[in-house]
């Protein structure tokens, strides 16, 4: 499909040397894989099952927090101290068996969105430096993007472990940044949710989020971006 230029995003990319792309919600649609791999970690730990649309809204500040709110809405807690150690008591055994079970189906339930590999592409045409940066661990992160093909458009693969904090704090940008040997304010970072957008602000990076991915249930629209679009096909 071809997409007329935009005039904001073609000045945008102009301005830039390197683009960082997050992974869940914005390349890869992980839901299936999330849903799955929590559901199988619950039925072993002998918990209720979660529903996806509830964890869509818990997707976007890493594997562990993840777990934690999973923990918290099953065991029906209500965030009193008594039920954070209770929820913390199942921690451990939930994040090793969502560990295991999550390497066993990484991707078997996941879809590249449409317009990705396109748009993937324009920016590598246009010489620009690519970078990935997930809040999804390193490990996950690596195997789901050799099976859907996109690993070699990436110089660097930066997952959640790789730097002492994850996004919404900036420093996971700027260190990017720094592996790339770009300035921040020369590299976009392209994403869906307002951890990217709140770590790219205060990391002084310009930022574009798609429209279609999980911003923990809320508008994208709303959140403070330079642009947003519906594929990254909108890049070409
Ligand atoms: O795993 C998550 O919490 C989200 O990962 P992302 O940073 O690739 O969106
Ligand atoms: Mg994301």
Redesign the pocket.
Known sequence: MSHAADPMLSSLLSRVDAVIV?????MVDTMGDFNEAINRMLRELALPAIEALHIEHM?????EH?LRSVLKHVLALDGIAQDAIKSEAYYPAAWASYQRHYLAINGQFAGVYRGVEDGLKALRARGLRLACL???PTDFALPLLKSKGLDGYFEKVFG?DAFERK?PDPLPLLKTCEALGTAPARTLMLG??S?DAQAARAAGCPVVLVTYGYNHGAPVQAVDADGFVDSLAQLT
């Open positions: 997050d992974l869940d919600g914005t997707v976007g500040k890493g594997s993840l997930t809040n999804k959640g996004k869906d949710s951890n």
